[in-house]
């Protein structure tokens, strides 16, 4: 059976404080993931590694990491894929750091929750469903397969350089529900974007859209966002 060299971050504030490589030998098979890779390094040949992990099918964000000099999930990050040796594995670059490739994501949640992700109508009980077409539902295709993993942040110019930036992610969520037919608080949710810490932080260098594994478009989205900013200030446009 072939093995794997893993070249591993880590960090333990409660003991040394100190951040240090640490390499371990994994036998794996054709399916072995990043992932079950640190599995069997914490299950056989060190229990005190610590990472996140959730759904292990690439759709809750938890294990994003930064994988071969790439942000990845490791989960779905297949060892036999990664040509170089050793597989190094390091935490999202730029986050606070909590333990070895576990980052403190609760200024990024923060952020998301702030932009009000979620559909708002003038009425608090509405009378009847709100329909949507397929062509308009269309138009969420990209931003609802964001899974909030954190690495458009993690990887933002803007967001190293200004710590109130709401950062790609959250953006991108603040385009979902205003490309939405059926939210109704467009005048009440613009504040959140229209302003220093919003889209006009965002310089274009389109880091976000390189390291999102899900491939998403957050630059994009900002752009459509100033300028829907721009047409409600000056035009009064609200569509």
């Known amino acids: 059976m072939p093995e794997a060299t893993f070249r591993i971050h880590r960090y333990d504030p409660e003991r040394d404080g100190d951040r240090r490589w640490q390499e371990f030998t994994v036998p ?15 299950e056989n040949l060190d229990g005190s590694i610590s990472f996140r992990y959730c759904c292990r099918a690439a759709v809750c964000g ?14 779905q990050t297949n060892v036999k894929n990664l040509e170089d040796a050793p597989i190094t594995v390091e935490p999202l670059p730029r986050m606070p750091l909590v333990k070895d490739l576990v980052c403190d994501m609760t200024d990024f949640f923060a952020k998301y929750e702030y932009i009000k992700p979620y559909i708002m109508h003038e009425s608090q009980y509405p009378e009847k469903e709100t329909l949507q077409s397929p062509e308009d ?34 953006l991108l969520w603040a385009y979902r529900f205003e490309a939405d037919t059926r939210d109704e608080a467009r005048k009440a949710r613009l504040s959140s974007f229209d302003n220093e810490r919003g ?27 100033k300028g829907a900013a721009v047409r409600r200030r000056i035009f009064g446009r609200w569509k």
């Open 199 to 225: 889209v006009y932080r965002c310089h274009t260098i389109t880091n976000c859209v390189e390291a999102c594994p899900k491939e998403l478009n957050p630059t994009e989205a900002i752009q459509w966002l």
């Open 28 to 42: 794996y098979e054709n399916s072995l993931t990043v992932l079950e890779g640190l599995f069997y390094i914490q």
């Open 137 to 170: 539902r269309h138009k969420l295709d990209n931003p609802v397969d964001c899974i909030l993993c954190g690495s458009c942040y993690s990887s933002c110019p803007s967001v190293w350089g200004e710590d109130n930036y709401l950062g790609p992610a959250a």
């Open 62 to 75: 938890s294990c994003a990491m930064y994988i071969n000099g790439r942000y990845r999930l490791a989960c």
